[in-house]
């Protein structure tokens, strides 16, 4: 067992609510994802720059060039994306898109580049701005730290909720033969990537293509997760609805909110990632958080 560490909090992902506002149009726009926000911030500040700065300065016969307009379109894009409660890394983001696509245009890059950057991103990232998790791999001490947490009991269930390319699934089948892995992929090209991945090393695991939220967890031993912190108290109570009581739910990285974990164990991989370990409760002792 590894000393217990305090559990922070971790807000990275996430927007920051506007205190005391009961602005109905503000509420409905937080309501949106991150990525959503972003884009309506991107198309106001936009339309703003158009119709307003632009002809503004022409009627006082100021001529700016493209570079100065994409600067004042960004700064109105990160004013309008804090005021819409985006997390404060937008803010770079969202004032240096139009400047970089003003300087992108102008560099004489073939438009199929673009093309086929962002269809190889769609097949990586998929839903990645609704579920807000991306993809980013276990390390290898994480693979060989889960699997020393295995309960030792022959045909152990194990699955892997969103498994990326499939690396935890294919570490543990080759140290665990006789137990039943598995593993939900919902965007293509790691999923593609995953499966040739086990048709090349002959791999004696399940890599599934599909959401995982309609997926029981009722038959696993073990449940695995490397997400964000976005959806993990929701997905908390999917564990206690669903898992049988004594099994386990490993988070690596990111904690459960309010849950204090059985055991947490501290990797020395590049991260510095932690295995947050949950002990599947009895049903009745579960509290429902809101
Ligand atoms: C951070 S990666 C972890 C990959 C792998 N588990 C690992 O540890 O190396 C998270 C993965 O979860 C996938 N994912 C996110 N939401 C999902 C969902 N609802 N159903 C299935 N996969 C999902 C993402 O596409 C991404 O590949």
């Known amino acids: 067992m590894q000393p217990k560490a305090k559990i922070s909090n971790l807000a990275f992902f996430?927007?920051?609510?506007?205190?005391?506002?009961?602005?109905?149009?503000?509420?409905?726009?937080?309501?949106?994802?991150p990525s959503l926000a972003a884009l309506f911030s991107q198309i106001a500040a936009t339309l703003l720059t158009l119709v307003l700065v632009a002809p503004v300065l022409a009627s006082?016969?100021?001529?700016?060039?493209?570079?100065?307009?994409?600067?004042?379109?960004?700064?109105?894009?990160a004013f309008l994306g804090s005021r819409l409660g985006l997390a404060w890394w937008w803010l770079p983001i969202n004032l240096l898109f139009s400047p970089a696509l003003a300087a992108?245009?102008?560099s004489g890059v073939a438009p199929s580049w673009f093309l086929a950057a962002f269809i190889l991103l769609f097949l990586v990232y998929w839903s990645v701005f609704r579920s807000q998790v991306p993809l980013?791999?276990?390390?290898?001490?994480?693979?060989?730290?889960?699997?020393?947490?295995?309960?030792?009991?022959a045909g152990v269930r194990f699955l892997d909720?969103?498994?990326?390319?499939?690396?935890?699934?294919?570490?543990?089948?080759a140290q665990h033969p006789d137990g039943k892995f598995t593993?939900?992929?919902?965007?293509?090209?790691?999923?593609?990537?995953?499966?040739?991945?086990?048709?090349?090393?002959?791999?004696?695991?399940?890599?599934?293509?599909?959401?995982?939220?309609?997926?029981s967890l009722?038959?696993?031993?073990?449940?695995?997760?490397?997400?964000?912190?976005?959806?993990?108290?929701?997905?908390?109570?999917?564990?206690?609805?669903?898992?049988?009581?004594?099994?386990?739910?490993?988070?690596?990285?990111?904690?459960?909110?309010?849950?204090?974990?059985?055991?947490?164990?501290?990797?020395?991989?590049?991260?510095?990632?932690?295995?947050?370990?949950y002990l599947v409760p009895a049903r009745r002792s579960v509290e429902i958080m809101p």
């Open 104 to 106: 992108t245009l102008s």
């Open 136 to 153: 980013y791999l276990s390390s290898r001490k994480a693979w060989a730290a889960v699997a020393g947490l295995l309960p030792g009991k």
């Open 218 to 277: 009722a038959d696993q031993d073990v449940v695995y997760a490397y997400l964000s912190p976005v959806p993990m108290a929701r997905l908390w109570r999917k564990v206690c609805a669903e898992m049988p009581s004594g099994s386990r739910f490993i988070s690596n990285t990111f904690p459960v909110p309010g849950v204090e974990p059985e055991e947490i164990v501290e990797l020395d991989d590049f991260h510095r990632s932690r295995l947050y370990v």
């Open 60 to 77: 006082f016969g100021v001529e700016i060039p493209l570079v100065a307009d994409a600067f004042i379109q960004g700064g109105i894009a």
């Open 161 to 173: 909720l969103g498994a990326g390319l499939g690396g935890m699934l294919n570490y543990l089948d």
């Open 14 to 33: 996430s927007k920051h609510a506007l205190p005391g506002r009961g602005h109905a149009v503000s509420d409905w726009l937080q309501s949106f994802s």
């Open 183 to 215: 593993g939900m992929e919902i965007a293509p090209l790691p999923f593609v990537l995953g499966w040739l991945r086990k048709r090349a090393t002959g791999g004696n695991y399940s890599l599934q293509w599909g959401d995982f939220w309609p997926h």
